[in-house]
């Protein structure tokens, strides 16, 4: 059962563009949602999250916004630069204070030059 | 600070042996989580500790287990190896607070290969 889905696998965007990246929930419970970057060989990186609380977090060229009522989320890089090329995992969890962290199966994320 | 650190980097092992992989955490940090990546699957949940106690499972068979020492590290081992638990396993800190909305930092993972 896949509570977190990213269903598209693949994005490629031209260098400058917006890249916008989905993410869908179906756990009402869930009120953090999280996104991370990974390079190949290392571990994920946290990029920015947002709380169910606000529908926009913005952090420089990263913005994430979350509209509840479609249990969705998205990902806005803006401009995009071949250095974000990586696959993005979206995550999630919920409010109880011991809540792990479920994550999608994450968008590799292509910017050409 | 440090970050997290996992060892050893790169494992192979043989089918039914078995494999003890480690995480350090960030220092401070109290809940330690592991995660098993392979193509396709993205980040799969194994377990999380928090203060030595066990409080969160994932769907693996008992195969996979894992202990916290009094330090916070903590260590994940898998017993009778088969050749589909080749994969990157990953380890997760949060901070002491223990609460939902807080990131959890990574360390680089453990490629394990079961030839």
């Known amino acids: ?113 | 600070k440090a970050g997290v650190t996992q060892t050893p980097r790169y494992l192979i092992k043989t089918r039914g042996q078995q494999v003890t992989l480690s995480c350090s955490p960030i220092s401070g940090h109290r809940s330690v989580s592991w995660y098993q990546q392979t193509p396709g699957q993205g980040l799969q949940f194994l377990f999380e500790y928090f203060s030595e106690t066990q409080r969160n499972k994932g769907n693996f068979p008992g195969r996979f287990s894992g202990r916290q020492f009094s330090n916070s590290r903590s260590e994940m081992n898998v017993s009778t190896l088969e050749l589909g638990d080749s994969a990157l396993y990953l380890c997760a800190s949060r901070s002491d607070r223990g609460q939902f909305d807080t990131e959890a930092f990574f360390g680089q993972g453990t490629r394990l290969t079961v030839v």
Not at chain 1, 8 to 21: D, K, N
Not at chain 1, 76 to 103: E, M, W
């Open chain 1, 1 to 113: 059962d896949q509570q977190v889905k990213q269903n598209s696998p693949s994005l490629s965007v031209q260098e400058g563009r917006i890249s916008i990246l989905n993410c869908d929930y179906t756990n009402s419970m869930f009120d953090y949602f999280l996104w991370y970057k990974k390079y190949p060989a290392e571990g994920p990186t946290f990029l920015i999250s947002i709380s169910s609380i606000k529908d926009k977090n913005e952090d420089g060229r990263f913005t994430v916004f979350l509209n509840k009522s479609a249990k969705h989320l998205s990902l806005h890089i803006v401009p995009s630069q071949p250095g974000d090329s990586a696959v993005y995992f979206c995550a999630a969890s919920g409010q109880r204070a011991n809540s792990k962290l479920t994550f999608g199966k994450g968008i590799t994320l292509s910017v050409r030059p």
